[in-house]
């Protein structure tokens, strides 16, 4: 599976944002999917990830309550939606598949399909 990742930008604290990681090929609704971010100097950190039945999601502390993950199997897309956006939310976001029928986890190596990756920048 091919991941695009894109809907990253400028905005203040406070603000929202919403990313999208469009999938190619037919079995998008077989994978789990989810979100890492990178800030800079830093290591790839779990964000959030959902089944691929939609049925459960998982969040890192640190967005719980501020991100929601979602998809849409018809469009073959997952989103992140934002709110509530930090200054230490500033990061290039990336959107992860594991191989079909794996779990998600929040460890990045346990990942095989991977986006470009979308920057975020939060101004104070």
């Known amino acids: 599976v091919q991941l695009q990742a894109y809907g990253g930008g400028l905005v203040q604290a406070g603000g929202s944002l919403r990313l999208s990681c469009a999938a190619s090929g037919r079995t998008f609704s077989s994978y789990d999917m989810a979100w890492f971010r990178q800030a800079p100097g830093m290591e790839r950190d779990f964000v959030a990830a959902i089944s691929w039945n939609s049925e459960t999601t998982y969040y890192d502390d640190s967005v719980k309550g501020r991100f929601t993950i979602s998809r849409d199997d018809a469009k073959n897309t997952v989103y992140l939606q934002m709110n509530s956006l930090k200054p230490e939310d500033t990061a290039v976001y990336y959107c992860?598949?594991?191989?079909?029928?794996?779990?998600?986890?929040?460890?990045?190596?346990?990942?095989?399909?991977w986006g470009q990756g979308t920057l975020v920048t939060v101004s104070s």
């Open positions: 992860a598949a594991p191989q079909m029928g794996k779990p998600a986890s929040p460890l990045p190596d346990d990942y095989d399909y």
